[in-house]
Each structure stands twice: as structure tokens, then as C-alpha cells.
């Protein structure tokens, strides 16, 4: 029987969305024969709360030094990471003289940079090559490095320790959550404060947004789950607030235990989902169907305009997608092409469905009846910036919360 990864009990998986190529795996026709496929089966720890899948991919096939994904590529995005930075400074770092700053997983520097910008002393620490060196080029101090205990002492013997360790859509791929928490108390002051955020498990069971479920994420957290396991290594859980970035985050604040006072906000969420159920069996077998239900669904839309001979087509080639296509059966025969916007992705084929993944410019060069927003996190920007196609007529096929077709 599989064990939990946090506390070590025995977990069984409450679903599987079946054989799963690496999400972030874009790939060339010469490459489909030997394409890497391990199976996707989520499960909720009965003890500790935490929902994690059960097997993942070696990091070394996820993360690489031709990893595809690139954090400034939402304009949104880059004004959230502005803003987060600005508040760690203004309600954390300014007291102090000197403050240091480390972040975990800090891709392009899309984050540290405004804190370069203002001469703080920084570092970020990301093990994807060729992410760290768009951050080097723009001045942004980085290694590239998995995060761990032994990171975390060389860091301090060179710089001394953190008043503060942030991480934006980083923890939740972290497998050996154990080592993150070591090296977090090794790096930090004793009034430094961990700050991480990532897709909230609340968000995704009220949405059915399963697709946040992929290879990277090996944890789905939720309040419950933080404080247990950061708890285990001498960390209290201080903060929390709601973010609408990435379809519903959570940003959880921590501190060495007894360095600071937990805010009400805590208690306030931890008994919202104790009451939701966020702990229990019953609740993701509900969720199950509910992710069989939304499958069936538009797996309906896509069968009927593949029969009407519309031209439907995806917008943005995400991770999440990757769940998507492969767990409902969409095939290039649904979807001619996914429109995405990041040149390494451009020009190949996305993971185990084989869609063309093509630029920008031939979606508006050749606008189709119907499109999939499979980046429906970025929907705001993104309806914002077509509203062309809409008034052209185009439809937008919506998945979370509900399958629909946006008239
Ligand atoms: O945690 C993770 C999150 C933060 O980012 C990672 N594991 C990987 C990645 O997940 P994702 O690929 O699901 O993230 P996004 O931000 O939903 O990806 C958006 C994709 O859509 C990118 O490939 C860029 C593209 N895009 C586009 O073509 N036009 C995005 C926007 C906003 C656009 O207008």
C-alpha cells in the first residue's frame, strides 16, 4: 500500500485519470514512439489531510534545461508578482536593515526582479537552466539548484541567514516536503517567515478544476494540509490569504513556532474546511464524479462539432491541459491546433494527445468557430485582449466551473 508522503500513513488513491505523458513534455513527431507515460492517480491523506498523487515522474524528465514554461508570459501575472513582492517588502523587510531575501523555484526572475530593482539583497534558486539564465540576464542573482537542507547551509555560510523565503507555484511540486522545511529553518532568522503560494485545494474541489491536478504537482495543499506539514518541522502556520491567481491560490505565511501570533484568518479556514470536508474520503469521491461528469460533458460538445465539421481550436498549451486532453480523449480530430504564445512550445506537439501547438498569429490569421480555453486561469487577460474574436463571432468553450459554450 502507497504511504503518504508527509506523514508517512497508508493512502489509497480515490481516482485515477489514467496514463499521463509528462505535462510540460511538447514534442516532436520523431519523439511520440518513445514518449514517457506513468499513471496519474491522486489520493487525500487520512491523517495529515495532504492530496498528493501517488506516483510521479523523475524530476529530471520534468525539470530540464529545455523546460517550457516561462512565468512572464501573463501580463497579469507579472503586476500579482509585483504586488506580492511589494507587500513581503513593505510589511516584512522594511523594518529591517539590510533585509536578504531568497525565493524557491524563481523561474525567470519574474518575482526577484523588483527587489533587484530596489537593491535588496536577493537570491533566487531555480533548478530549470534555462529559466535561471533569463533571470541572470536581467540581473536577477540566481542559482540553479533543487532546494534542499544542504542548499539552504551553503546559502548561509555565503550570505548569512533569510529574512524572508517565498515561493509562487513552487512547493506544491516539491516532493520531499520534509527537506524544504529543514532548509527553510536552517535559512531563516528566527523571526524570518516562510511565504509560499499555489493553486488551493478548495478552489480546484468547488470548480472541479481536476487539471490543476499533473506531473508537477505532486500536492494539492489546503490550510489543513500546511499546518500539518510544516508543523512536523517546527513551523506554525501565522497567515493566510485567498488569491484569484491561477483559477484560486492560497497564500500561506509561516513562522518558526511561538515567533509570531497565527491571525484569525487561520482558524477561520481551517474550520471552513474541516466543515467542507477537505480531510475526508466522502468529499473526493464526490469530486470523482463530478470530474467524470465534466469529462462527459465535453467530450459531448467536442464529439458534436467534430460531427458539424466546425473548426475548433485550444488556447494556450498549459500543464494543465495536458490532464485534460489526455484523461477526456481529445485527439487532433477534435482540436486542429492549440494557440499559444511561448516559442518553445511553438512548432511541436502537445503531450500524449499530439495537437499542433502553433504562434499567436495563426489563431488571429484564421480565427475558428470554437475554442477550448484551456488557459481559462488567465481568462480575465485573455478576454480582455480578444474581444475581436468574440465580436467576430468566435465562441469560447469554457470547462471550470461547467462545460459551456460562451455565446
Ligand atoms: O505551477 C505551474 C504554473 C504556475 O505554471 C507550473 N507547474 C507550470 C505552469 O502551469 P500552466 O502551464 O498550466 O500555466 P499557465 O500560466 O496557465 O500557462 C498559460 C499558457 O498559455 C502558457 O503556455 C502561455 C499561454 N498563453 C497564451 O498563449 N496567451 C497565456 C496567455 C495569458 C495568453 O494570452
Given at each position: 500500500m502507497p504511504q503518504c508522503r508527509i506523514c508517512g500513513s497508508a493512502i489509497e488513491a480515490f481516482m485515477s485519470f489514467g496514463k499521463m505523458p509528462i505535462s510540460n513534455g511538447f514534442l516532436r513527431p520523431d519523439e511520440f514512439d518513445n514518449e514517457y507515460f506513468f499513471e496519474l492517480a491522486p489520493a487525500i491523506c487520512g491523517n495529515c489531510a495532504m492530496l498528493q498523487i501517488i506516483e510521479q515522474p523523475d524530476p529530471a524528465k520534468m525539470f530540464h534545461e529545455n523546460y517550457a514554461f516561462f512565468s512572464g508570459t501573463s501580463k497579469y501575472m507579472k503586476v500579482h508578482f509585483a504586488e506580492f513582492a511589494t507587500a513581503i517588502q513593505k510589511h516584512h523587510l522594511a523594518r529591517y536593515d539590510d533585509p536578504f531575501v531568497v525565493e524557491l523555484g524563481s523561474n525567470d526572475g519574474i518575482m526577484l526582479r523588483v527587489f533587484a530593482d530596489e537593491n535588496i539583497r536577493h537570491l533566487g534558486i531555480e533548478p530549470s537552466k534555462n529559466v535561471a539564465e533569463a533571470a541572470c540576464a536581467r540581473g536577477v542573482n540566481t542559482i540553479c539548484e533543487f532546494f534542499s537542507e544542504d542548499v539552504a547551509t551553503q546559502i548561509v555560510l555565503q550570505h548569512g541567514q533569510a529574512d524572508a523565503l517565498l515561493a509562487a507555484n513552487v512547493?506544491?511540486?516539491?516532493?520531499d516536503l520534509a527537506s524544504v522545511a529543514k532548509g527553510a529553518q536552517a535559512l531563516l532568522k528566527p523571526r524570518g517567515i516562510l511565504v509560499f503560494e499555489d493553486p488551493y485545494l478548495g478552489d480546484v474541489v468547488g470548480k472541479t478544476s481536476y487539471d490543476q491536478i499533473y506531473d508537477e504537482h505532486v500536492f494539492v495543499f489546503s490550510a489543513l494540509s500546511v499546518a500539518n506539514a510544516f508543523g512536523r518541522h517546527g513551523?506554525?502556520?501565522?497567515n493566510v490569504e485567498p488569491q484569484i491567481t491561477h483559477g484560486g491560490s492560497m497564500r500561506y505565511t509561516l513562522a518558526k513556532k511561538g515567533a509570531k501570533q497565527p491571525s484569525n484568518a487561520v482558524a477561520l479556514l481551517i474550520a471552513k474546511e474541516t466543515e467542507l470536508g477537505m480531510d475526508r474520503a466522502e468529499t473526493f469521491d464526490t469530486f470523482r464524479q463530478n470530474c467524470e461528469t465534466s469529462r462527459d460533458q465535453l467530450m459531448a460538445v467536442l464529439n458534436d462539432l467534430r460531427e458539424k465539421g466546425a473548426k475548433v481550436a485550444g488556447y494556450g498549451a498549459t500543464s494543465k491541459s495536458t490532464t485534460v486532453m489526455n484523461y477526456c480523449g481529445i485527439t487532433a480530430d477534435h482540436i486542429t491546433f492549440i494557440s499559444d504564445t511561448t516559442p518553445t512550445k511553438q512548432g511541436k506537439y502537445s503531450p500524449g494527445a499530439h495537437v499542433p501547438v502553433r504562434p499567436y498569429e495563426e489563431f488571429i490569421a484564421n480565427y475558428p468557430h470554437y475554442t477550448v480555453l484551456f488557459a481559462w486561469n488567465h481568462s480575465r487577460e485573455i478576454m480582455e485582449k480578444e474581444k475581436d474574436y468574440t465580436a467576430a463571432g468566435g465562441k469560447w468553450i469554457n470547462f471550470v466551473p461547467k462545460v459551456n459554450i460562451q455565446e
Amino acid at each position: 500500500m502507497p504511504q503518504c508522503r508527509i506523514c508517512g500513513s497508508a493512502i489509497e488513491a480515490f481516482m485515477s485519470f489514467g496514463k499521463m505523458p509528462i505535462s510540460n513534455g511538447f514534442l516532436r513527431p520523431d519523439e511520440f514512439d518513445n514518449e514517457y507515460f506513468f499513471e496519474l492517480a491522486p489520493a487525500i491523506c487520512g491523517n495529515c489531510a495532504m492530496l498528493q498523487i501517488i506516483e510521479q515522474p523523475d524530476p529530471a524528465k520534468m525539470f530540464h534545461e529545455n523546460y517550457a514554461f516561462f512565468s512572464g508570459t501573463s501580463k497579469y501575472m507579472k503586476v500579482h508578482f509585483a504586488e506580492f513582492a511589494t507587500a513581503i517588502q513593505k510589511h516584512h523587510l522594511a523594518r529591517y536593515d539590510d533585509p536578504f531575501v531568497v525565493e524557491l523555484g524563481s523561474n525567470d526572475g519574474i518575482m526577484l526582479r523588483v527587489f533587484a530593482d530596489e537593491n535588496i539583497r536577493h537570491l533566487g534558486i531555480e533548478p530549470s537552466k534555462n529559466v535561471a539564465e533569463a533571470a541572470c540576464a536581467r540581473g536577477v542573482n540566481t542559482i540553479c539548484e533543487f532546494f534542499s537542507e544542504d542548499v539552504a547551509t551553503q546559502i548561509v555560510l555565503q550570505h548569512g541567514q533569510a529574512d524572508a523565503l517565498l515561493a509562487a507555484n513552487v512547493m506544491c511540486h516539491i516532493p520531499d516536503l520534509a527537506s524544504v522545511a529543514k532548509g527553510a529553518q536552517a535559512l531563516l532568522k528566527p523571526r524570518g517567515i516562510l511565504v509560499f503560494e499555489d493553486p488551493y485545494l478548495g478552489d480546484v474541489v468547488g470548480k472541479t478544476s481536476y487539471d490543476q491536478i499533473y506531473d508537477e504537482h505532486v500536492f494539492v495543499f489546503s490550510a489543513l494540509s500546511v499546518a500539518n506539514a510544516f508543523g512536523r518541522h517546527g513551523f506554525e502556520l501565522v497567515n493566510v490569504e485567498p488569491q484569484i491567481t491561477h483559477g484560486g491560490s492560497m497564500r500561506y505565511t509561516l513562522a518558526k513556532k511561538g515567533a509570531k501570533q497565527p491571525s484569525n484568518a487561520v482558524a477561520l479556514l481551517i474550520a471552513k474546511e474541516t466543515e467542507l470536508g477537505m480531510d475526508r474520503a466522502e468529499t473526493f469521491d464526490t469530486f470523482r464524479q463530478n470530474c467524470e461528469t465534466s469529462r462527459d460533458q465535453l467530450m459531448a460538445v467536442l464529439n458534436d462539432l467534430r460531427e458539424k465539421g466546425a473548426k475548433v481550436a485550444g488556447y494556450g498549451a498549459t500543464s494543465k491541459s495536458t490532464t485534460v486532453m489526455n484523461y477526456c480523449g481529445i485527439t487532433a480530430d477534435h482540436i486542429t491546433f492549440i494557440s499559444d504564445t511561448t516559442p518553445t512550445k511553438q512548432g511541436k506537439y502537445s503531450p500524449g494527445a499530439h495537437v499542433p501547438v502553433r504562434p499567436y498569429e495563426e489563431f488571429i490569421a484564421n480565427y475558428p468557430h470554437y475554442t477550448v480555453l484551456f488557459a481559462w486561469n488567465h481568462s480575465r487577460e485573455i478576454m480582455e485582449k480578444e474581444k475581436d474574436y468574440t465580436a467576430a463571432g468566435g465562441k469560447w468553450i469554457n470547462f471550470v466551473p461547467k462545460v459551456n459554450i460562451q455565446e
